[in-house]
């Protein structure tokens, strides 16, 4: 009997997405909206995330039509056995594709990050390993920028503290375009690289890590700040490897958060202006991602995902040369072919990071197969 009463109870939610994309639709035709590029684009966006939803419902629509057929001539009194046997294969048929279809629906109306759509500030840094670190770190760096190209992202680099010999102590890159984030949030953490260095002249394998950060960028709704109260601005000559200067004029600038002690300095433009307009949004990201951790410990103990709730220091995968394999530690999932990884090919590793997150955040919503949420 729940079982039926959540299938209706779900029809009736379909019904309410199908009924508001038409009235998106219509909307979207009027002389008001026509003239008006921004409330377009606002509506197109909108449709965009409805379509999937409207069309797996009409399909899930004209399946139950064409099963309901298919069980009256199942059904029907007739002395005709393959016409009996062909309408009970298309009721199997039919049945399949029902129940496909609703679980398809069922991921998606799960509730979406509401950051999903945002850009991304992505911060990669060197951990243990000394310049065999550095220099994984700058393949990290590049493997993102490559797949963000791929993906028709635009990268755009805020900041980069480099060692000199190829490898960065940190870089801070911002990634724009529509779903970046959906795509990259769950590249927090430490990575682990196994392998030779190249200065490795007894052939030992080493372990050295990096630390990736992914942020939602924060605009100035989303995060308010009194500049005159919250913020101390420092000036001052921009500096590259080593501490010599690489310019001579003050457009270097680091800015720390009074209340929280955050601190953010970039130097890469020779605008002062811009320097400032670069630190203010990685600032304001890093306030909204603190916030965000905590909206995530709160509801920890109801709910702790396995993908997307991990820590920040939680080592969450293992690129493993020697052996030419990568390991994400959090879904178990092994891939080959690490130059083709480090060439930005990671789609196969993103999808199962999605997949495997839609299937924890829907057995929390249904109780998986004893009806209590966990």
Known sequence: MSGDADRTGLDARLAEVAAQYDSLQA????????????????????????QPVVEAFRALESTRTELAGARELREGEHGDSELHQMASAEVDRLSA??????????????????????????????????????????????????????????????????????????????????????????????????RIPATESSGRIHTSTATVVVMPEADDVAIDIDEDKDLRIEVKRSSGPGGQSVNTTDSAVRITHIPTGLVVEIQDEKSQHKNKAKAMSV????????????????????????????????????????????????????????????DGEIDRLIDALVMADQAERLAAVTGGSNGKVG
């Open 283 to 342: 600032l304001r990201s890093r306030l909204y991602d603190r916030e965000l951790a905590k909206q995530r410990e709160a509801g920890s103990a109801a709910r702790r995902l396995m993908v997307g709730a991990g820590d920040r220091s939680d080592k969450i995968r293992t690129y493993n040369f020697p052996q030419d394999r990568l390991t994400d530690h959090r879904i178990g999932l092994d891939l080959s072919a690490l130059p083709r990884v480090m």
């Open 27 to 50: 909307q979207l035709a009027t002389p008001e909206v026509t003239s008006d590029p921004d409330a377009i684009r606002r509506l197109g966006q909108e449709l965009a995330r409805l």
């Open 97 to 194: 594709e029902e129940e496909r279809l609703l679980d398809e629906l069922k991921v998606l109306l799960l509730p979406r990050d509401p950051n999903d759509d945002r850009d991304v500030i992505l911060e990669i840094r060197a951990g243990a390993g000394g310049e065999e670190a550095a220099l994984f770190a700058a393949e990290l760096y590049r493997m993102y920028v490559r797949y963000a190209e791929r993906h028709k992202f635009t990268p755009e680099l805020l900041s980069l503290n480099e060692t000199g010999i190829g490898g960065i102590k940190e870089a801070i890159v911002q990634v724009h375009g529509d779903g970046a984030y959906s795509r990259l949030k769950f590249e927090s953490g430490v990575h682990r690289v196994q």
